[in-house]
T-cell receptor, first 115, second 113 residues
């Protein structure tokens, strides 16, 4: 079946502009996660959605970052007034249920470059 | 293009060798561990997982070993193939029942034919 998809695959923007990154999770998966991966680094947790519960935003690095998940499916990560340090690969993952032992399935990521 | 592995620890092996990739974790409360493989330009791909009530789990050509005493996790790949070349991450959930994972920085595996 279809996996997690993300768009765009690459995004180049100028410092100070806003960007929106999209994630389509696997159909039926109730949990959705956003991570950030900088060059040569591991994955940094950003935000987690589970069903209709309030999202866990504890990983968002600043108030310039926000995310929505509409209808329990598609999610959009928005970065306002982008800075050069925001340049990274943004990865989305989904899993079937809440629970620490659920496997997360990742999308291919969006590579963001802020000039 | 750039590789996420440029500044990572690197393990270089010959095709056919067995590979062992190690990971140290910090939280003794973590009860679930996963190994992911990430090829250049792609998202991480699940390889194998293990719960804290186990010491060893085997998959196809892969084995994960968990040593809770020293908080150490390893991934063994048998008969390594060039297609195994990638960055390998271990991940843990640091609270029982908590859904988010904490990832290590990764190890790049390079397999020479």
């Amino acid at each position: 079946g279809a996996g997690v998809s993300q768009s765009p695959s690459n995004k180049v923007t100028e410092k100070g502009k806003d960007v929106e990154l999209r994630c389509d999770p696997i159909s039926g998966h109730t949990a959705l996660y956003w991570y950030r991966q900088s060059l040569g680094q591991g994955l940094e947790f950003l935000i987690y959605f589970q069903g209709n519960s309030a999202p866990d935003k504890s990983g968002l690095p600043s108030d310039r970052f926000s995310a929505e998940r509409t209808g329990g499916s598609v999610s959009t990560l928005t970065i306002q007034r982008t800075q050069q340090e925001d340049s990274a690969v943004y990865l989305c993952a989904s899993s079937p249920n809440r629970g620490g032992t659920d496997t997360q399935y990742f999308g291919p990521g969006t590579r963001l470059t802020v000039l | 293009g750039e590789s996420v592995g440029l500044h990572l620890p690197t393990l270089s092996v010959q095709e056919g060798d067995n590979s062992i990739i190690n990971c140290a974790y910090s939280n003794s409360a973590s009860d679930y561990f996963i190994w992911y493989k990430q090829e250049s330009g792609k998202g991480p791909q699940f390889i194998i997982d293990i719960r804290s009530n186990m010491d060893k789990r085997q998959g196809q050509r892969v084995t994960v070993l968990l040593n809770k005493t020293v908080k150490h996790l390893s991934l063994q790949i048998a008969a390594t193939q060039p297609g195994d070349s990638a960055v390998y991450f271990c991940a843990e959930n640091r609270r029982s029942g908590y859904s988010t994972l904490t990832f290590g920085k990764g190890t790049m595996l390079l397999v020479s034919p």
